[in-house]
């Protein structure tokens, strides 16, 4: 297959066709950064929080593991631009996150 040379970008978005090329700057729409910000922020200040409310272990390691986890989707997705890449992409991305769980679970078990 032979690109146009007027074609600068090759992303794609999940619903178009793999075949598909897109013009430089209408590769996907512009993120929000700083509500993904705000979110991130508060997310912090919760698992702060969480950190002195005298949790019991387990329940505390749980909870800012998925804490940290939402926070990594979300720079994962939006400040490194996931959410707009093939579904191929992604799937390798998180295809370890399952054995990372493992580690969490069987380091947990250890306490």
């Known amino acids: 297959m032979a690109l146009d040379p007027n074609v600068q970008a090759t992303t794609h978005s ?28 508060v997310l912090t200040m919760a698992e702060v929080g969480i950190a002195y409310l005298g949790l019991p272990q387990r329940l505390l390691i749980i909870s800012l593991v998925l804490m940290a986890l939402w926070k990594a989707a979300l720079v994962a997705m939006y400040y490194m631009h996931l959410r707009f890449e093939p579904r191929n992409l992604i799937l390798i991305v998180l295809a370890p996150l399952p054995l990372a769980l493992i580690l969490v679970f069987a380091v947990l078990t250890e306490f």
């Open 14 to 41: 999940p619903d178009m066709p793999a075949d598909a090329t897109l013009p430089h700057g209408a590769a996907h729409p512009q993120p929000r950064y700083m509500l993904i910000w705000g979110i991130l922020f």
